[in-house]
């Protein structure tokens, strides 16, 4: 089983949790019972659950009868998953600015982990 870890800011502050906090209680369910599925596939999870968007970012495909729900994240070892940040899709593919970010908070946690 993996751990899903909430990348944490310079402040403290977790982005998935500010994001996920802002869902309504049906769509915040969904995501975290995604999660949690994900904590347990690990590297085995293939779509419709998660997909592979390149140098080494995945996304979590969480989808409510309101939204479209998606947590970038990455692998770190073998037991453990970074989430890095979360957003509604609202557009057909997954923004670059998203991924940006994901690979930005990656290359901060990798320097503070030495």
């Known amino acids: 089983m993996f751990s899903i ?15 996920i906090r802002t869902l ?3 769509t915040k369910a969904k995501v975290v019972s995604d999660l949690h599925r994900l904590e347990i596939l690990g590297n085995e999870a293939r779509a419709p ?8 970012i995945f996304e979590l ?7 479209t729900i998606r947590i970038l ?5 073998d037991e453990i998953i ?9 557009q057909r593919k997954t923004p670059v600015s998203e991924i940006e970010l994901a690979k930005r908070r990656r290359k901060i946690y990798l320097k503070r982990k030495g």
Do not use: M, Q, W
Not at 82 to 90: E, L, V, Y
């Open 73 to 77: 994240y990455f692998f770190d070892g």
């Open 82 to 90: 970074i989430a890095t940040n979360g957003f509604i899709k609202k």
């Open 5 to 19: 870890i909430l990348f944490r800011n310079d402040d403290g502050r977790k982005p998935v949790g500010d994001f």
């Open 61 to 67: 495909r969480s989808i409510s009868e309101k939204n």
């Open 24 to 26: 309504d209680a049906k």
């Open 49 to 56: 659950l998660s997909k592979y968007l390149g140098n080494g």
